[in-house]
């Protein structure tokens, strides 16, 4: 993210702070932090783990489809791995349009169908009952088609592939897991 400083930002679904702690020293000095999420537990965890610092004060629990700021007050709004749990994204895509100064950016995070592909193949093969998961998340808001629906939202959307991979050398890991 294009973070500089005398920025405001607001994270929606915060959850328990781990963008920030792996990325402290990406940082940059005088911006200011609204941390969010709708769980009250999340967010004194969250606020614990960070501490009320320099770079993070506000640390706030509300629902995205009713955000309690101004029009325009944010220059970058973020959601990581959040959209595909909001109930009603088109109120929550409409109150994120509404926060967003003129050169605001939304940066949204979401999975692919290939997400963890690998792993339930090789699983479905020893028994084919398994599933990771029950819900594909990635159907709800997923990497293959969340770009058509946020533009209905912002004039411009951009999709940036994070390449990575898991190497397991552990057959005991794979199995527990």
Request: hydrophobic content about 35%; glycine content about 6%.
């Amino acid at each position: 993210m294009n973070l500089r400083s005398n920025m405001k930002v607001l994270e929606i679904g915060c959850g328990n702070g781990e963008l920030w702690t792996q990325n402290m020293d990406k940082i940059p000095e005088n911006i200011e932090f609204v941390l969010s999420d709708n769980s009250a537990g999340m967010m004194r965890s969250v606020e614990k783990k960070l501490g009320i610092s320099h770079k993070f004060k506000q640390f706030e629990c509300f629902d995205c489809n009713n955000i309690p700021y101004g029009d325009k007050e944010f220059d970058v709004v973020i959601a990581n791995h959040v959209m595909f749990y909001v109930k009603n994204r088109e109120q929550a895509l409409t109150e994120i349009k509404r926060l967003l100064k003129k050169d605001g950016m939304f940066y949204c995070t979401t999975y692919g169908q290939n997400h963890m592909k690998e792993i339930e193949l090789m699983a479905k093969e020893f028994d084919d009952r398994i599933a990771l998961s029950e819900i594909k998340l990635y159907d709800i808001f997923g990497l293959e088609h969340g770009k058509q629906e946020l533009s209905s939202y912002f004039d411009e959307v951009n999709t940036l592939l994070y390449e990575d991979y898991l190497l397991v050398d552990d057959v005991k890991a794979l199995m527990d897991y």
